[in-house]
């Protein structure tokens, strides 16, 4: 029955409120409309809303044609819309938990209060250092007014929230305050602390889960400028940072129920970010910054849902892309973020988007001069202890590990470390293996360490050869660095790769994985490595250079030579063994003959010959280079021997008649 004639009633009772000049007529108008509240919070949201919406209106607050300076007047010296907005933040306070689409317009007050500056900081102050899982401790303010909470009915008190309207009727006038010794400001903020606006945020907790993302979206929206008008750059900055920090604040209060929330957050997100009007700027900047507050907050704890963690990343992935230009404006606070995640809560961080995000964002972030030393010692320290290195973070650690060696002018003794700690994880996958080897099939991930978890795009680290595809990761990203420009790194680089072929043995080196290792790492790396040689020697004045890349195409070779005997049996048993020996003799021919132009012949030719009599002689030895009735491998080798190092002829090849 109420709900047929609630809309007309709050349709009447506001006409006379607009009209009315009587302040006992004000105060009655006001009680009746608490009232409608009082019965509207039961399942009749929309009269809630249309409420707010009324009250909005008489606060002239949201006037779209009138100045600042008149909305200020207006506010200061008449008692109407001082009342509408002690009853718009009243009804929020007190019926929050049947607010739907009225949070826009309890926002839009609230942002032109901010913007007004009738709101004192202290209302909206949050301590962001707390760890407290209750949520939020708001600084109390001077009013002393705290939260009424009835715990028997679960809900606000309502009673008292009409008494709280009388005293603007000991306020008849400016005179009035005058006499009274109060100026206009502490007037504004008696009433600002009547609105308890603090207590709307940092009791939403208690707000249902609708309440809470209506709320939230209005918060949102109004940050990437819905329905919003700013006058000056520097007051659409301070909007919407201040619209960030009331989502962080109600994040904090919300955390453990986060999973419910951000997944329609990060859509709302979406939807910002595909308004017409819609600027990244500030709304990028300000985003990051309150969406790794958020993201430090919830992995400072364990927790067993997944799904808030990857909907914060996800979030914060949106915001970088929007505007790429934040990874440099905001790079110390995002590189302090992702290093306190990555030292303090490592364990707490579950899903592969969590690792690839806060790998990825150390790494770009940490290439500036003045976070790198923060960036690249967060990395060591995390692949020192290897404690929680897994399969599931393994490949972006090494993508991390190469952007910091990429630097280039990265300190030479950082690098040359994070090569080495590459290397000595060739351990881990070992024991990845050995783990799965042991185990069979039923192999979980999270057996590898305890902070990983099982979901669809991990699926293909349970298969046999995952431990040699990492492997595989791990060698591209030592070819490609091979081609620094330092000659130091270069060089170190290639003994870091022979070194974890070295511990690599007990990986699954089938025929097949022997072939594909060499063809992506080992003979890439000496093609580019004779290209780059090659390139220099055709350049002037750049003899030094060539021949100091002449020097690491020296190890390369010989790093070929040593791998290929390494794991010459496996290789041996391929079916394109005789096509991949024929590339080996290639790469010979190819380093022997190099056409370095002015400079001269290449100081390979006095390396070739020895390497090439090292695995022919181990080959002999091996009996897989001899002579067979039904096999050509032999005669194919002798004649390529004298196309590139005849002088070996007689030696290995010393009763031949062909």
């Given at each position: 029955m109420f709900a047929c004639i609630a809309g007309p009633s709050v349709a009447a009772i506001s006409s006379f409120f607009e009209h009315a000049d009587d302040d006992e007529m004000l105060h009655e108008c006001i009680g009746g409309l608490i009232s409608v509240a009082r019965v509207a919070q039961y399942d009749l949201e929309d009269i809630l809303d249309e409420l707010l919406a009324s009250f909005s209106k008489f606060t002239t607050l949201l006037n779209p044609y009138a100045s600042a300076e008149e909305t200020l007047f207006a506010f200061s010296n008449d008692l109407k819309p001082r009342m509408a907005t002690l009853a718009v933040f009243t009804i929020a306070n007190n019926f929050g938990y049947s607010i739907r689409g009225g949070w826009r317009n309890v926002v839009d007050c609230l942002l032109k209060l901010k913007r007004l500056k009738l709101l004192p900081q202290s209302v909206i102050e949050f301590d962001e250092t707390s760890t407290s899982s209750d949520g939020l401790r708001h600084k109390r303010n001077e009013s002393g007014i705290s939260p009424s909470y009835d715990p028997k009915f679960g809900c606000r008190r309502s009673s008292g929230m009409v008494s709280r309207f009388s005293h603007f009727l000991t306020l008849e006038s400016m005179e009035d305050s005058i006499s009274l010794g109060m100026s206009e400001f502490e007037q504004n903020l008696k009433i600002i602390k009547q609105c308890r606006i603090g207590s709307i945020f940092n009791n939403s907790c208690n707000l249902p889960d609708d309440a809470m993302l209506n709320l939230g979206r209005s918060l949102i929206f109004a940050a990437g400028g819905k329905g919003q008008k700013f006058s000056t750059p520097i007051e659409e900055e301070e909007t919407v940072g201040f619209c960030w920090d009331l989502i962080v604040a109600i994040s904090f209060v919300n955390i453990n129920r986060l999973h419910n929330l951000w997944p329609s957050f990060h859509e709302n997100l979406l939807g910002v970010a595909q308004l017409p009007l819609f600027s990244p700027i500030p709304f990028a900047e300000k985003a990051i910054v309150g969406l790794f507050k958020i993201c430090v907050r919830l992995l400072s704890s364990p927790r067993a849902e997944r799904l808030p963690e990857e909907s914060i990343f996800k979030s914060i992935n949106l915001m970088w892309k929007l505007d790429k230009e934040i990874l440099?404006?905001?790079?110390?606070?995002?590189?302090?973020?992702?290093?306190?995640?990555?030292?303090?809560?490592?364990?707490?961080?579950?899903?592969?988007?969590?690792?690839?995000?806060?790998?990825?964002?150390?790494?770009?972030?940490?290439?500036?001069?003045?976070?790198?030393?923060?960036?690249?010692?967060?990395?060591?320290?995390?692949?020192?202890?290897?404690?929680?290195?897994?399969?599931?973070?393994?490949?972006?650690?090494?993508?991390?590990?190469?952007?910091?060696?990429?630097?280039?002018?990265?300190?030479?003794?950082?690098?040359?470390?994070?090569?080495?700690?590459?290397?000595?994880?060739?351990?881990?996958?070992?024991?990845?293996?050995?783990?799965?080897?042991?185990?069979?099939?039923?192999?979980?991930?999270?057996?590898?360490?305890?902070?990983?978890?099982?979901?669809?795009?991990?699926?293909?680290?349970?298969?046999?050869?995952?431990?040699?595809?990492?492997?595989?990761?791990?060698?591209?990203?030592?070819?490609?660095?091979?081609?620094?420009?330092?000659?130091?790194?270069?060089?170190?680089?290639?003994?870091?790769?022979?070194?974890?072929?070295?511990?690599?043995?007990?990986?699954?080196?089938?025929?097949?994985?022997?072939?594909?290792?060499?063809?992506?790492?080992?003979?890439?790396?000496?093609?580019?490595?004779?290209?780059?040689?090659?390139?220099?020697?055709?350049?002037?004045?750049?003899?030094?250079?060539?021949?100091?890349?002449?020097?690491?195409?020296?190890?390369?070779?010989?790093?070929?030579?040593?791998?290929?005997?390494?794991?010459?049996?496996?290789?041996?048993?391929?079916?394109?063994?005789?096509?991949?020996?024929?590339?080996?003799?290639?790469?010979?021919?190819?380093?022997?003959?190099?056409?370095?132009?002015?400079?001269?012949?290449?100081?390979?030719?006095?390396?070739?010959?020895?390497?090439?009599?090292?695995?022919?002689?181990?080959?002999?030895?091996?009996?897989?280079?001899?002579?067979?009735?039904?096999?050509?491998?032999?005669?194919?080798?002798?004649?390529?021997?004298?196309?590139?190092?005849?002088?070996?002829?007689?030696?290995?090849?010393p009763d031949l008649e062909i």
């Open positions: 440099d404006t905001c790079c110390e606070f995002i590189i302090k973020s992702v290093s306190k995640i990555l030292t303090e809560y490592p364990a707490n961080l579950q899903t592969i988007l969590g690792w690839k995000s806060s790998l990825h964002l150390l790494s770009v972030t940490g290439r500036h001069p003045e976070t790198y030393e923060l960036g690249v010692n967060t990395f060591i320290t995390l692949m020192s202890d290897a404690t929680y290195v897994s399969r599931i973070n393994y490949a972006y650690c090494v993508d991390c590990a190469f952007g910091f060696v990429a630097l280039k002018n990265s300190p030479l003794e950082k690098n040359l470390k994070i090569l080495d700690i590459l290397s000595d994880s060739v351990n881990l996958l070992t024991q990845w293996c050995k783990d799965y080897s042991d185990s069979g099939s039923n192999f979980s991930i999270a057996s590898s360490t305890s902070n990983s978890s099982m979901d669809d795009s991990s699926k293909g680290f349970t298969t046999p050869n995952f431990a040699m595809n990492l492997f595989i990761k791990l060698g591209e990203a030592f070819r490609k660095t091979s081609l620094a420009r330092r000659e130091e790194i270069r060089n170190h680089t290639i003994l870091s790769l022979q070194k974890s072929f070295s511990l690599a043995e007990e990986l699954d080196f089938s025929p097949l994985n022997c072939i594909n290792c060499f063809n992506l790492v080992i003979f890439a790396m000496v093609d580019d490595l004779h290209e780059k040689m090659v390139e220099y020697s055709r350049r002037d004045n750049a003899e030094k250079e060539m021949r100091s890349m002449e020097g690491t195409l020296k190890l390369a070779m010989e790093l070929l030579t040593s791998v290929y005997l390494q794991f010459l049996k496996p290789i041996t048993m391929s079916p394109g063994f005789r096509t991949f020996w024929l590339g080996v003799l290639r790469r010979m021919d190819t380093c022997m003959k190099a056409d370095l132009g002015d400079y001269g012949e290449t100081k390979l030719q006095e390396v070739v010959p020895d390497l090439l009599r090292k695995i022919i002689t181990k080959m002999k030895e091996e009996e897989i280079l001899v002579p067979k009735e039904d096999d050509d491998l032999w005669d194919i080798t002798y004649i390529q021997i004298q196309w590139i190092a005849p002088s070996l002829k007689e030696e290995l090849f």
